[in-house]
T-cell receptor
Framework: GEDVEQSLFLSVREGDSSVINCTYT??????LYWYKQEPGAGLQLLTY?????DMKQDQRLTVLLNKKDKHLSLRIADTQTGDSAIYFC???????????FGTGTRLKVLA | DGGITQSPKYLFRKEGQNVTLSCEQN?????MYWYRQDPGQGLRLIYY?????DFQKGDIAEGYSVSREKKESFPLTVTSAQKNPTAFYLC????WGAGATNEKLFFGSGTQLSVL
């Protein structure tokens, strides 16, 4: 089945850029997503990218997709303390209604 | 405002007891989902429903049951057969339907279930 991997932790200083990485095994997804989860809350959609694109920019967020290497990344520019959260990558699964989630990366922003 | 409402926020289960988690959405979405989240792990799919009166097992359906009698509602029952029910449960919905090509998942705020 589909396997989606993320590093568990990332720590950055306020004002620096953060890069959160995601690798996956199945290349049949149409869209790939990034979600943010704050403590005790549900997941909030941050951004997404169509599988035929290799980059998408949305204000402080930049998504890079390398289909050849099956690698997705989320770059957060000028990281703020409010960005501290868990970040999940997710993929839709072609031909089904299901989504596959990564293990989540806990981002800690140091003041 | 449109959204997904989960209740209660916190729930406690006694040994041998069945408990039901509520999920209601007013987004007019066809598909609804239940996920379980354990610390340090990703989301695991319990059940999902594409349409009223129909639902499918996800990856960890054992010990859980669902119903989908109305489009807006998708309650999850954690039965006494689920031996390790302590987790954070998330309900989600998406607008999958004929012709849909990108239907994002929208999440409720979650229910924390603990065993007494």
């Amino acid at each position: 089945g589909e396997d989606v991997e993320q590093s568990l932790f990332l720590s950055v200083r306020e004002g620096d850029s953060s890069v959160i990485n995601c690798t996956y095994t199945d290349s049949s997804s149409t869209y790939l997503y990034w979600y943010k989860q704050e403590p005790g809350a549900g997941l909030q959609l941050l951004t997404y990218i169509f599988s035929n694109m290799d980059m998408k920019q949305d204000q402080r967020l930049t998504v890079l997709l390398n289909k050849k290497d099956k690698h997705l990344s989320l770059r957060i520019a000028d990281t703020q303390t409010g960005d501290s959260a868990i970040y999940f990558c997710a993929l839709d699964t072609s031909g089904t209604y299901k989504y596959i989630f990564g293990t989540g990366t806990r981002l800690k922003v140091l003041a | 405002d449109g959204g997904i409402t989960q209740s209660p926020k916190y729930l406690f289960r006694k040994e041998g007891q069945n408990v039901t988690l509520s999920c209601e959405q007013n987004l007019n979405h066809d598909a609804m989902y239940w996920y379980r989240q354990d610390p340090g792990q990703g989301l695991r799919l319990i059940y999902y429903s594409q349409i009223v009166n129909d639902f499918q097992k996800g990856d960890i359906a054992e010990g859980y049951s669902v119903s989908r009698e109305k489009k807006e509602s998708f309650p999850l029952t954690v039965t006494s057969a689920q031996k390790n029910p302590t987790a954070f449960y998330l309900c989600a919905s998406s607008g999958w339907g004929a012709g849909a090509t990108n239907e994002k998942l929208f999440f409720g705020s979650g229910t924390q279930l603990s065993v007494l």
